[in-house]
C-alpha cells in the first residue's frame, strides 16, 4: 500500500459525459501527479500540483482539468468524454516539488467509456 | 539467465535464474532514471533509481546499470521469483522538470 487513495475503482459513462476523479496524497506530502495509461499510449503524465499550484503540464487535454485543493487532495476533471479517454488514469504523490522525489502511486481509476 | 540486448514487450524467465530487462530512454538531458514494477491491478512501484552520475546502482535482489553513450538502462533481477512477475517500466527525467517519462515497459512472465 503506498499511502495514495483514489476514487472510484471503476467507472463507467457514456461518451459526451463528465467525470471526476478523487486522489488524496500519502500523509506529508505536497505534491500530486496525475498520469494517463493507455493501451497504445503507456503512461503519460498529465499535470502536477504542488501545494495548491498548478507546476506542470504535459499531454493534458483542453477538455481536462485538475485542481489540489486546501487540504491537498486532487480532483482530475474529464468532460465531454470520448472513446478514446477510456483508460486507466493515476495520481501519484511526492514529498517535494522537483522531479528526484520519489513519486509513489495509487492503485488508480479504470475509466470506460461506452 | 535470460537476458535481452534490445528492449522487448514480454520477457519469459524460469524461477531462480537472472533477469535482464532492457530500457532505451529518449532525452540525452536526462539525469535521473527510475525502474517502476507495476502488478496487475496495482499502480507502479518504485523499485531502484540511478543519477547520471553513477554507472551501476545496486538494491536487493536488482541492479540498474546505466549506459549514457548508448542512453540505455537495464534492471537485472537476481534469482527471479513468481513474485516477480510484472510489468516493468523505465522512468527517465531532464533537470529542472518534475514529470517522469516512461518507456513501454516489458511484461515479465516466471516459469515455475
Known amino acids: 500500500d503506498s499511502g495514495v487513495t483514489q476514487t472510484p475503482k471503476h467507472l463507467i459513462t457514456a461518451t459526451g459525459q463528465r467525470v471526476t476523479l478523487r486522489c488524496s496524497p500519502r500523509s506529508g506530502d505536497l505534491s500530486v501527479y496525475w498520469y494517463q495509461q493507455s493501451l497504445d499510449q503507456g503512461l503519460q503524465f498529465l499535470i502536477q500540483y504542488y501545494n495548491g499550484e498548478e507546476r506542470a503540464k504535459g499531454n493534458i487535454l483542453e477538455r481536462f482539468s485538475a485542481q489540489q485543493f486546501p487540504d491537498l487532495h486532487s480532483e482530475l476533471n474529464l468532460s465531454s468524454l470520448e472513446l478514446g479517454d477510456s483508460a486507466l488514469y493515476f495520481c501519484?504523490?511526492?514529498?517535494?516539488?522537483?522531479?528526484?522525489?520519489?513519486?509513489?502511486f495509487g492503485p488508480g481509476t479504470r475509466l470506460t467509456v461506452t | 539467465g535470460e537476458s535481452v540486448g534490445l528492449h522487448l514487450p514480454t520477457l519469459s524467465v524460469q524461477e531462480g535464474d537472472n533477469s535482464i530487462i532492457n530500457c532505451a530512454y529518449s532525452?540525452?538531458?536526462?539525469?535521473?532514471f527510475i525502474w517502476y514494477k507495476q502488478e496487475s491491478g496495482k499502480g507502479p512501484q518504485f523499485i531502484i533509481d540511478i543519477r547520471s552520475n553513477m554507472d551501476k546502482r545496486q538494491g536487493q535482489r536488482v541492479t540498474v546499470l546505466l549506459n549514457k553513450t548508448v542512453k540505455h538502462l537495464s534492471l537485472q533481477i537476481a534469482a527471479t521469483q513468481p513474485g516477480d512477475s510484472a510489468v516493468y517500466f523505465c522512468a527517465e527525467i531532464v533537470p529542472f522538470d518534475y514529470k517522469l517519462s516512461f518507456g513501454a515497459g516489458t511484461t515479465v512472465t516466471v516459469r515455475a
Open positions: 532525452n540525452s538531458a536526462s539525469d535521473y
Open positions: 501519484a504523490s511526492s514529498v517535494g516539488m522537483g522531479g528526484s522525489y520519489e513519486q509513489y
